[in-house]
């Protein structure tokens, strides 16, 4: 689930790998390790708990020269986070073997290993991996049919990467459920997990496929489909900018990502929309037709993604006339669900490669919907490779474990999406004229917005010694406090709730006392009266209460009540605007804690595990 860089060239590559992980290390991870085999069929390895830089300094007081190498970031999911269990594992001193991802029969493997006598010193499901092929190995075959075995055997996901000694040339990679891609050098040859880890050293990728298996070696990379037969994988040239893992003025990517929603938001805008209008196929070729005949749309994502889709609700619900239902993509693969006539499923991933939502993608190609649409950012993700119709959303590279700008231009693409589907169900050309001239106000209400920067950073003083806070909002503002209270549990870790204003009589009411700060996201709607109610409520029971209100909402600041006053939002879009104080809230609280704001604890990037 977390970071893979390997290598096969002449010059000595411990330094190209611990790049590599670096510029994966936004992902999140507990430990990190280096295997490298010299051209004598030496194997050293080196791991540390912890950060990159721990695994720097032991390479620095121990300088492993070699041309062939495996490194990776570790996301604990079988055993706890320590150097024992930190990847490369290693089978007699000969195999080493990185793996991202879970391998759900490993018990079984594991049982039959030890008595056939190897040794277990991890308490991981990879170490079965290296023992396998080490055991495989000892019919003669090379080290690829021995990782194709392997992989007719192991059930679950991966993404690995194998190294024998005896064989310094080469590495042996393989692909079921989690990411690889291989980089082409001259006279070298790399694969990541992330293309982003290879940029300082090649520009050429190919992606591998589902059940695929590679050689790599330093002039020639061969590529084989499940069954073993020889497949090509186009190479493309990619564009992405070298520097796109650097936080640039910025303490922290989150802050950068906050900062650059404007220019997010306009890119995601730009050449889809003209005249009032979004234009025919956005969401793909001969999306437009299709697009006339939906009469359904299912959602399926998780965490961020999930919240954006649950505000989209209220807007194809509203403005389309379409019945929509949202769900958490873990909870629908495994549910029987009904499916509407013409129902189109939209899968919402910042990486195209949440475990979960793929699954669901999967599972619904056997259900009957009449297409489905990825919103997606990673150009060659599994979503959009497998969905009927990609929507790229341009966002940038996002590094910040916790989503900011991911989620306010999916916000942004739903809405064009409501656009383009409303047109066919009654939309007018005029409101459709007033959502785009909304839209593309957006990047200056939102720079507007982030002017309040300071205002929210003396606020968050506030919260640095609570352990509880609640969000509330109402209509399509209550999915940005839901996504609100994510930001701040998961960067500042206060434990955080978000409630639809509307029910907290029927229970959170209880809580509330000085010690639970109150957020409330309260734009100029028809619904303010009754949120200026359910603050009342608050108020009366003792509460202190945070307003993001509009300028002309007239909440007044006071004792108990801090009121800060964002610009005025045509309200339907009001909630991609009312997201970012939230944002920046949860970002100060969390630089005051000292908390790692980019890699949260226990947090990984792009969930690819199950
Ligand atoms: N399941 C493996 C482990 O716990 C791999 C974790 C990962 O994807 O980083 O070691």
Redesign the pocket.
Known sequence: ???IVGAVAQRDVADILVEGLRRLEYRG?DSAGIAIVNSEGALTRVRRLGKVQALEEALNTQFVAGGTGIA????????EPSEI???P?VSCETIAVV?????ENYRVIRDALIQKGYLFE??????VIAHLIHDLLKADISLREAVQLASQQLEGAY?MAIMDKRQPDRIVVARSG?PLVIGYGLGENFVASDQLALLPVTRRFAFLEEGDIAEITRHRVQVFDREGQPVERAISESNASHDSGDKGPYKHFMAKEIYEQPMALQRTMEGRIQSGHVLDDVFGTGSADLLAHVEHIQIVACGTSYNAGMVSRYWFEALADLSCNVEIASEFRYRKSFVPRNSLLVTLSQSGETADTLAALRLAKEMGYMSSLTICNVEGSSLVRESDMAYMMKAGPEIGVASTKAFTVQLTALMMLVVAIGRHRGLSDEKQQQIISGLLALPAKITQTLMLDKEIEQLAEDFSDKQHSLFLGRGSQYPIALEGALKMKEISYIHAEAYAAGELKHGPLALIDAEMPIIVVAPNNELLEKLKSNVEEVRARGGLLYVFADKDANFKSDDTMKVMDLPHVDELLAPIVYTVPTQLLAYHVALIRGTDVDQPRNL?KSV??E
């Not at 990776?72 to 055993?79: E, F, S």
């Not at 793996?99 to 391998?103: L, M, Q, Y």
Request: hydrophobic share 30%.
């Open positions: 689930m977390c970071g991870y990776h970031t570790r996301w604990a999911t079988h055993g269990n930190a990847h594992h793996h991202n991802g879970i391998i991890s308490a991981t499901d990879t170490e993404g989690s990984a690819t595990v």
